[in-house]
């Protein structure tokens, strides 16, 4: 590591790093990279398995918006940053401001870097179930931090059809698509 610079530190931390890198062939290069800071984050797949359902938050990103998404809209798994607290700890929480739904034990399922070319951040997937009558209110999400978060029920079914129409944000597909592969609505578990 020749020299790490702070180019910006306000909600989230960017810095610019010179290093030197060793190639394959042996031969090495000084290299510049710029990181995008953020911290860790969870994210879960709350299911009712017996119904089929899949629980999903609509609310507005405006990095989608300004990069030619119509409305900004997006529909997603529950998830935030984990703060200080450890993944499960922080994956209760998110849930459970984000949807207002009682849910169980949350299941380990990996983790994954969701842009590893330019952001450091590492996301904790999990998965737990539900109880559909234990909504305690209709939309959830932090008012102080202006979040307008809506809670959309949607049948898992219609939400993998929709994959590429407005299921369009990476850690909610690929909750949706391991639920069908190996999770609870896998024609075998
Ligand atoms: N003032 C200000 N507020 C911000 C900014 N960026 C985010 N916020 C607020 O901080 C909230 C953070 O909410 P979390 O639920 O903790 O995070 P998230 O935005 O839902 O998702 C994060 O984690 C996901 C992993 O599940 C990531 O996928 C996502 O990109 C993001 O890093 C946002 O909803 C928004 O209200 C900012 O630049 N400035
Ligand atoms: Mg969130």
């Known amino acids: 590591m020749r020299e790490v610079t702070l180019l910006s530190a306000n909600w989230y931390v960017e810095r610019r790093a010179v290093f030197d890198f060793q190639h394959s062939d042996g031969h090495w290069s000084t290299e510049e990279r710029e990181t995008h800071?953020?911290?860790?984050?969870?994210t879960v797949l709350l299911y009712d398995a017996e119904r089929r359902t899949v629980l999903?938050?609509?609310?507005?990103?405006y990095p989608a918006y300004v990069n030619e998404h119509?409305?900004?809209?997006l529909l997603e798994v529950p998830g935030g940053l984990l703060d200080d607290d450890d993944p499960e700890t922080a994956i209760r929480r998110e849930a459970q401001e984000e949807t207002g739904y009682e849910i169980g034990q949350p299941e380990f399922l990996f983790t994954a870097y969701m842009s590893p070319g330019s952001v450091t951040e590492k996301l904790f997937f999990y998965a737990a179930p539900y109880a559909s009558d234990s909504a305690v209110s209709a939309s959830a999400g932090l008012a102080d931090e202006g979040e307008d978060t809506e809670v959309v029920e949607v049948d898992v079914d219609d939400a993998i059809r929709r994959i590429g129409v407005d299921v369009i944000d990476a850690k909610t597909i690929m909750l949706l698509?391991?639920?069908v592969l190996s999770g609870p609505f896998a024609p075998a578990r």
């Open 56 to 61: 999903l938050i609509r609310q507005f990103r």
């Open 177 to 179: 698509q391991w639920s």
């Open 37 to 42: 800071d953020r911290g860790d984050g969870a």
């Open 70 to 73: 119509p409305d900004g809209m």
